[in-house]
């Protein structure tokens, strides 16, 4: 049976319940403003505590004499709505079937002017390339030449990273959070419900929730991912 508690809306009906307030005093459109507002802070809490069960891999085909790969998620008309967390690694492949790790360098790392693709290839090996971040973008050296074959091999650029979730649109939205947390999220929601409210009194309790909640959520979520293992001892006895 599908659970009961995961959307947006279901966590609406908890807030407007212990602000006792309806839809008509708290619409949908009020909420949906003060929910993203507290689940991006909550996401980047729980990325810092364990980044690897929110890392993915996104792959790009390489392209002749392109040395500049946007992000997935980001475009010009949403720079920041989305995109990147954190960086993790990069792997290029110049000719779809061997792979390198591509090492991170600073521009000021490049000794010679960028602006021709043969300066960067002179320096840089294709069994050693690197990359830089920059507007958005990742950055390769060498630079991919139609020698490499690169149109006949698909998905030879991977990212790992920490993407950014995209904000929730509708109260139909899941929030990309454990649901045991999803009650973190209400009360901070109503921190921003009862200051609007004038319920000075209750928004302190709530934001004392709202930190108790974030605390707990980093005692729970801190190592997921690390398990101690039960180690039987042999003993030894006499049965004489």
Known sequence: MASTFQTLTDVYSDVRFNAGKDSNTLEDADLLRIANKYYFPMFRELVD???????????????ASQREYILPTDSSSTPFGGGLIKLQRVEISYDGSNWYVASPISLQEIATPTILDVDLNNIYAKSSPVYWFKDRSVWIAPVPGSSDGVAASNANLRIFWIKRPGEMTSGASVPELPKDFLNILGEGMLIDVFRRFGRINDMRLAETRWERGLLNMRTLEASPDTEQPLIFKAQRKNYK
């Open 49 to 63: 505590l364990n980044e690897e069960l929110y890392a993915e891999i996104s792959s790009a085909d390489l392209v």
